[in-house]
């Protein structure tokens, strides 16, 4: 029996996956190989030429170079009993040509792993060999030995064996079985536990705070999941340029033998100013200024206050948030705002606060609790004898929120793919000139399909369902009823126009909603994209919306990328134009519609 050692390296894996820029001609023709999967392979690794040889000699150079690297493509596919022949062709110039017989592929048998120094418990020995996941008889690939040597680095890494390292492994070929014999050597090294945080870096934020949002206790065996959930939950919080956590080096353990984590934190600036504007041609402009203090509390809150001046709102306020409180995953907002609206179907005047509290369930699932009161005068019409009357109403609304959260696109201002979904409930208590009780209810749902080549092109849809309980129209406060119509609903409307409406041709509202909206995105280069869309939508007087209560727009847009997401510019139509409506409506934004 002949047998041949060697060692694997990591280059014979790279050579194989590397891509080499389009070019004229490979270096060299290949002949020999049948096997497709194999010949792409050893086709994606040959050097490319802009031109011919210029000599005999370069073409046996680019041959040889050739032959080299099909040989790095062999032995990392599994072929060990290969023979590879450099050579020229005939005829002028000449060409650099490489015969190769591949041989059979040798197969994977015996994966084993042996222990350097001192070895791991019983568990955590066999927990490796099981992460191997080579099967016997499969093709003997260097990429495959590679991966599954990481495989079992990572699980003991991860039952607590934090400085686990692999020495260089070792891999038989044997040529009378054609068999691949791979053995890792590994080195546990000591089973760590953890100690608390070291925040090593002097900034805003207060050591006590960040230690509160370790995953693990003091003595706990090191799983690396804890230190990246802890560097994930200091990320969210916004407030921060960068984040490191790491364990500490081993020349830190402690006398008691555990090991602590260092947190370093760069703050970013403490105050900045942010400047927004919109513009449709039915809501007018609209511009917003917020002025943001950063970790003012020395535990990664932000307080915002906003101000926004607009055709249809003014509006004064703040914001107060408070990420992690109590708890990890959770946030408290609390806010505060006077304002003022006026639009078609009402005018009110007032002031509000409120407090939300957000729990992240998953990576991309939310919960939502809240409570607000407002203090509020409203002025409406409402029908009375065929006609329409004015009446002022002071009111004091208390409102609950339940609302459950689900995003899995993959950008917020741009979705390319995936999927979001939200449901949210409002019970609603109004005592003053009148009142009431009653349940508003919300459910949306938006999708977003990636097609074509290099995914360039987008089909997104959007749902919305809304109804109230408890409350019939002429009841609700023309404030609270349910409106459709403008750049956020229904394109090519005006602003509340969609919905019955009184003899004066005002907006009444309704007490039930549906909306839905249809686009098709197309990136044309880099920054430059476009859209056509459909948007439909119906308010009703009772539970459900009638057939006649639907009405539809359509239009075309323009999108450029700003790199954070893109400026919205569209122009739509109505498709069931009634008394006042304009012919046209044109919506200017940042991000995409939904």
Not at 281 to 309: F, K, M, Q
Not at 330 to 356: C, H, P, W
Not at 436 to 456: D, H, I, R
Not at 477 to 485: E, H
């Amino acid at each position: 029996m002949v047998r041949r050692r060697i060692t694997l390296g990591i280059t014979a894996a790279a050579l194989m996956v590397a891509g080499v820029a389009w070019a004229d001609e490979p270096s060299a023709t290949i002949s020999g190989v049948e096997d497709k999967a194999l010949r792409d392979a050893i086709m994606r690794v040959l050097a490319q030429s802009s031109g011919p040889p210029q000599s005999r000699a370069e073409a046996r150079r680019r041959a040889r170079d050739a032959g080299e690297d099909v040989v790095a493509v062999l032995r990392a596919e599994g072929y060990y009993a290969y023979a590879v022949e450099p050579d020229i062709s005939e005829g002028d110039p000449p060409r650099g040509v490489v015969k190769v017989t591949p041989g059979p592929v040798f197969v994977l048998a015996d994966p084993t792993v042996a222990w350097r120094g001192p070895s791991p418990d019983e568990g955590v020995a066999q927990r490796a060999v099981a992460a191997i996941h080579l099967v016997p008889g499969d093709p003997g690939r260097a990429a495959d030995i590679l991966g599954a040597e990481g495989r079992v680095i990572a699980q003991v890494q991860q039952l607590g064996y934090a400085d686990v390292a692999a020495e260089p492994r070792e891999v038989i070929v044997d040529h009378a079985d054609h068999t691949v014999h791979p053995t890792f050597n590994i080195n546990a090294g000591d089973l760590t536990k953890l100690d608390g945080i070291e925040l090593v870096t002097k900034g805003r934020s207060n050591p006590d705070w960040v230690s509160h949002l370790a995953t693990w206790t003091s003595g706990d065996v090191y799983d690396p999941e804890d230190i990246a959930e802890l560097e994930r939950r200091l990320r969210d919080t916004g407030v921060y340029d960068s984040v490191s956590v790491s364990l500490s080096p081993r020349d830190k353990i402690r006398p008691d033998g555990l090991r602590p984590v260092i947190v370093t934190l760069a703050d970013r600036p403490a105050r900045t100013i942010e400047l927004g504007a919109g513009y449709s041609t039915s809501e007018g402009p609209g511009v917003d200024a917020r002025w943001i203090h950063y970790n003012r509390l020395r535990r990664a809150d932000t307080t915002t206050y906003t101000a926004r001046l607009a055709k249809l709102e003014k509006r004064l306020g703040g914001e107060l948030s408070l990420p992690h409180w109590r708890r990890p995953q959770q946030t408290l907002k609390m806010n505060g705002a006077v304002f003022r609206e006026t639009t078609d179907a009402y005018d009110e005047t007032g002031a509000t606060i409120s407090a939300d509290l957000t729990r992240r369930r998953q990576t991309t699932s939310y919960r939502t609790y809240g409570v607000a009161l407002d203090l509020s005068q409203s002025k409406q019409l409402k029908a009375s004898n065929g006609g329409s009357t004015s009446e002022t109403l002071n009111l004091a609304t208390f409102t609950t929120l339940a609302a459950f959260a689900w995003d899995e696109s993959d950008n917020i201002l741009d979705p390319k793919r995936g999927w979001r979904f939200e449901a949210r409930a409002e019970p609603t208590g109004i005592v003053g000139d009148t009142v009431l009780g009653y349940l508003k209810t919300q459910v949306q749902g938006s999708a977003y399909l990636p097609f074509g080549e290099g995914a360039k092109t987008v089909l997104a849809g959007r749902l919305k369902v809304g109804a109230m309980f408890g409350g019939l129209l002429q009841e609700v406060p023309a404030a609270r009823r349910f409106f459709s119509g403008g750049g956020g609903s229904v394109r090519g409307y005006a602003y509340q126009a969609i919905g019955p409406r009184l003899a004066d041709n005002t907006p009444q509202g309704g007490v039930s909603l549906v909306e839905t909206s249809f686009e098709l995105r197309h990136r044309f280069t880099e920054r430059w994209g476009g859209v056509v869309f459909i948007d439909a939508g119906a308010v009703g007087t009772e539970r459900k919306p009638k057939g006649e209560d639907f009405r539809a727009g359509a239009g075309f847009g323009v999108r450029y990328d700003l790199g954070f997401g893109p400026i919205r510019a569209d122009i739509a139509v109505p498709l069931g134009k009634r008394s006042g409506d304009p012919a046209f409506q044109l919506y200017l934004s940042i991000g995409q519609s939904f």
